[in-house]
Nanobody, 115 residues
Framework: QVQLVESGGGLVQSGGSLTLSCAVS????????MGWYRQGSGQHRDMVAS???????QYADSVKGRFTFSRDNAKNTMYLQMNSLKPEDTNVYYC?????????WGQGTQVTVST
């Protein structure tokens, strides 16, 4: 059974930093890409960072220069380092893996940035 388990969300002041983690377990098979999305209440789920082998990492314009995607293959874990956080970054953040067989999502972790 494939599981994506996120951690690291929370409450932070504007200008602060958080690092989200997503631990992947189970047999996923070949992976096309992976990364993070975010979704506000009643809004669409928007791409934040997307990594593909051979294509590098793409970032949403709103987070370029502030957020950094990384992964640790030995730990089967991906990360999202978020710096210079703004109140508009407040969202539920979801990690995902787009595998050949299907698409997988984490359960989501809340990030709240106070003014």
């Amino acid at each position: 059974q494939v599981q994506l388990v996120e951690s690291g969300g929370g409450l932070v002041q504007s200008g602060g930093s958080l690092t989200l983690s997503c631990a992947v377990s189970g047999s996923i098979g070949s992976i096309n890409n992976m990364g993070w999305y975010r979704q506000g209440s009643g809004q669409h789920r928007d791409m934040v960072a997307s990594f593909a082998w051979g294509g590098g990492t793409q970032y949403a314009d709103s987070v370029k220069g502030r957020f950094t995607f990384s992964r640790d293959n030995a730990k089967n874990t991906m990360y999202l380092q978020m710096n210079s956080l703004k109140p508009e970054d407040t969202n539920v953040y979801y990690c995902y893996v787009d595998a050949v067989r299907r698409h997988y999502w984490g359960q989501g972790t809340q990030v709240t940035v106070s003014t």
